[in-house]
């Protein structure tokens, strides 16, 4: 939040996003890979995670094999189906990505929390005007 209860910007929030990026600025992993790796984890399943993600599963399949590519390694192991369905479950190095994106969002949002305070106390000392001047 932007400040203390009745300040000028209480309902305002400052809100950031972390991607992993290639040399050519190409995203290679976002907060929509890292939810699909989440809901991988979560679900055992490649199909039910983009289910439950709202996205298809041609789409998450892309999206995990261009994030596998780029990162030279495999993120799921898995298993073909059969009479029970098959299962995808987070490789060693998956798990490790996953534990490490954790702790980075942990990380970022305790800095942010600090750098948010400073901005909107600057932005709350920035004089008001009575109406928004038009263009």
């Known amino acids: 939040m932007a400040g203390k209860v009745g300040s000028r910007y209480y309902d305002v929030f400052l809100r950031y996003e972390i991607w992993l990026e290639s040399v050519g600025n190409e995203k290679v992993l976002t907060g929509e890979g890292f939810a699909l790796l989440m809901e991988i984890e979560r679900s055992g399943s490649l199909s039910m995670a983009a289910g439950n993600l ?10 995990l094999r261009n994030i596998e590519q780029h990162l030279n390694f495999s993120l799921v192991k898995r298993q073909r189906g059969g009479a029970r369905g098959g299962r995808s479950v987070l490789s060693p190095e998956g798990e490790a990505l996953l534990v490490a994106y954790k702790a980075l969002h942990h990380e970022a949002d305790i800095a942010m929390s600090s750098i948010a305070k400073v901005f909107f106390s600057r932005v709350n000392d920035i004089p008001e005007r009575k109406q928004y001047d038009k263009v």
């Open 54 to 63: 709202k996205m298809s599963y041609r789409k998450a399949w892309g999206l």
